[in-house]
Nanobody, 124 residues
Framework: QVQLVESGGGLVQAGDSLRLSCVAS????????MGWFRQAPGKERELIAA????????YYADSVKGRFTISRDNAKNTVYLQLSSLKPEDTAAYYC?????????????????WGQGTQVTVAS
């Protein structure tokens, strides 16, 4: 089982960009579908992006499509989330998660390992 550590969050202005990273321990990173979730205060955690094991297939929630990009480097055991054109409503704690089975789709279920989260705050 992998362990996940996110980094890259911070306080930015509307319209800015950030890149989040999630480093996984262990040798089996490439066997996991990876996802990025976010949770804003008072709201449920939502799946915003997912990527399949090879990196060749991705999913994006409508709220971030065209602004965020998920990618992975299996040689570095790392999944990234590039955040662009940030809006105040993107303010949330962002979590990466690993799913050992299934595909990189809209379903938020099946993710068994979570990172500790990194905070993104977008000022207007």
């Amino acid at each position: 089982q992998v362990q996940l550590v996110e980094s890259g969050g911070g306080l930015v202005q509307a319209g800015d960009s950030l890149r989040l990273s999630c480093v996984a321990s262990g040798r089996t990173f490439s066997s996991y579908v990876m996802g990025w979730f976010r949770q804003a205060p008072g709201k449920e955690r939502e799946l915003i992006a997912a990527i399949n094991r090879s990196g060749g297939s991705t999913y994006y929630a409508d709220s971030v499509k065209g602004r965020f990009t998920i990618s992975r480097d299996n040689a570095k055991n790392t999944v990234y989330l590039q955040l662009s054109s940030l809006k105040p409503e993107d303010t949330a704690a962002y979590y990466c998660a690993a799913k050992p089975t299934g595909v990189a789709g809209r379903s938020p279920t099946g993710y068994t390992t979570w990172g500790q989260g990194t905070q993104v705050t977008v000022a207007s």
